[in-house]
């Protein structure tokens, strides 16, 4: 069921990671999801749901960050914790799939571990903190550090999604705004913190697999900029979705069947 999915807890040597497994393939497919209210543990089925399309032709492995994060946490870090769990979980030579701060974290390994990233696709992502980053991210830690986890869902909304999404499906809001608390409040505080030291700009030149850039120009969290200017110093192919933002990975009917036909391309 679910395409054969099934959740696990990855053991580390300073605690353990979460990853939602699914697919028949024998290709693994790594996807490191961004910033969020929810954990992976949990959503397995959703995810299976979302990312079905892969589950023919590759093993997907959807990787979580720790259940518990230090203060003072960094891209870094996460990087190393996601590729001790690749890792463990016996992964090299994977097609990667980062998503803000998930791409962030992808950027990461494909610098420091060349050997676990064959292709590597960056969504609606960064390479360096700019300021509406900052501010919007600034913003959810101040209503985090509050207790106001309904103003992020509202603020996240409104940031993410396109007009269009928000007048078709935003009598929802509400509703998710009410069950929006996490788990750990402290950790969700911690990791949009870890979002505001990305500075994989200056070592970009380091990744040399093949690479995707899906950017959304609308967006209003780490803007289509930034996607542009990885693109730009990487040479490589560059998907720009004008009307779309943060959310392009959620709302472009497209998205994953342009990541599935790059993956696809001979090396």
């Not at 497994?21 to 954990?39: E, T």
């Not at 023919?56 to 959807?62: A, L, S, T």
């Not at 990885?230 to 342009?258: K, Q, T, V």
Request: proline share 3%; with cysteine.
């Amino acid at each position: 069921m679910f395409w054969n999915m099934k959740e696990s807890a990855i053991p580390l040597a300073d605690g353990s990671v979460d990853c939602a497994v699914f697919g028949y393939g024998d290709k693994p497919f790594v996807i490191i999801p961004g910033l969020s209210l929810r954990d992976v543990r949990g959503a397995g089925a959703g995810l299976a749901m979302m990312y079905r399309q892969f589950a023919g032709e590759y093993r997907v492995y959807v990787i979580d960050k720790k259940s518990d994060i230090a203060e003072g946490y960094t891209v870094a870090d996460l990087a190393e914790d996601t590729a001790a769990a690749m890792r463990a979980l016996g992964i090299s030579g994977a097609c990667v799939l980062g998503v803000s701060l998930g791409g962030m974290i992808a950027q990461e390994i494909a610098i420091r571990y060349p050997e676990l990233v064959q292709k590597l696709v960056l969504g609606v992502t960064a390479s360096r903190v700019n300021d509406t980053m900052t501010a919007v991210v600034g913003k959810w830690i101040d209503l985090a550090s509050q207790g106001d986890f309904g103003g992020i869902v509202t603020d996240m909304m409104e940031v993410m999604y396109s007009a269009n999404y928000r007048k078709r499906y935003g009598w929802i809001f509400p509703v998710l705004a009410g069950f929006a608390k996490p788990k750990n409040g402290t950790r969700f505080i911690r990791l949009a913190k870890a979002c505001l030291t990305c500075t994989a700009y200056d070592r970009l030149s380091e990744i040399a697999c093949p690479t995707l850039v899906l950017g959304g120009a609308a967006d209003k969290i780490v803007t289509g900029k930034a996607s542009l200017e990885i693109a730009g110093i990487l040479g490589c192919e560059l998907y720009m979705y004008e009307d779309l933002g943060h959310s392009a990975y959620e709302e472009a009917a497209d998205f994953n069947d342009r990541v599935c036909c790059f993956l696809r391309k001979e090396v």
